[in-house]
């Protein structure tokens, strides 16, 4: 299968910004996924963005995706503790089949 | 109204039973799924139905077997429970033809097997 790549592990201050990133191997990925997983709770998604867009703004998140370097990420602006999640990347070419990377645990720290 | 919804939230069972977990979405979706997290909260697919049809079968053991009864379910029942069998396991649903093809996830089943 392909590969989505993320780092394991994230901390912040309240307000400041978070950035997680995410890498892919996919060259014909159709759509790209961000999903936030709270304790104990199932897969939220949050946000995507297609292929052929480089940016989506959608309050306080901004998803930027360069195609070229096969790099996607997720920028929250003023990061609250309610923000603490997991944050899953995945990618699809097909609708079919979906790629999840290995989640991003991301801790706010008040 | 849930969307994706499951049953049970929670099972622990002893090693050897064998158990179902059932999945019903009301999106009217023509693809459903069935993830399996571990404990690292690794998320691997495991079967995808599209219109009641198996086209996703990762390699799992065939102790696994899932039922889709009609397009709204897709049931996975478990044979001779082991103890690697632990983990949290996600249906989800989305629309591929003439959709975006993004899942919608079920709260999970936490299955602990002893």
Request: hydrophobic share 30%; proline share 3%; net charge neutral.
């Amino acid at each position: 299968g392909e590969d989505v790549e993320q780092s394991l592990f994230l901390s912040v201050r309240e307000g400041d910004s978070s950035v997680i990133n995410c890498t892919y191997t996919d060259s014909s990925s159709t759509y790209l996924y961000w999903y936030k997983q709270e304790p104990g709770a199932g897969l939220q998604l949050l946000t995507y963005i297609f292929s052929n867009m480089d940016m989506k703004q959608d309050q306080r998140l901004t998803v930027l995706l360069n195609k070229k370097d096969k790099h996607l990420s997720l920028r929250i602006a003023d990061t609250q503790t309610g923000d603490s999640a997991i944050y899953f990347c995945a990618e699809s070419n097909t609708g079919n089949q979906f790629y999840f990377g290995t989640g991003t645990s991301l801790t706010v720290i008040p | 109204d849930t969307a994706v919804s499951q049953t049970p939230k929670y099972l622990v069972t002893q090693m050897g039973n064998d158990k179902s977990i059932k999945c019903e979405q009301n999106l009217g979706h023509d693809t459903m799924y069935w993830y399996k997290q571990d404990s690292k909260k690794f998320l691997k697919i495991m079967f995808s139905y599209n219109n009641k049809e198996l086209i996703i079968n990762e390699t799992v053991p065939n102790r696994f077997s899932p039922k889709s009864p009609d397009k709204a379910h897709l049931n996975l029942h478990i044979n001779s429970l082991e103890l690697g069998d632990s983990a949290v396991y996600f249906c989800a649903s989305s629309q591929v033809r003439g959709g975006s093809g993004t899942q919608y996830f079920g709260p999970g089943t936490r299955l602990l097997v002893l």
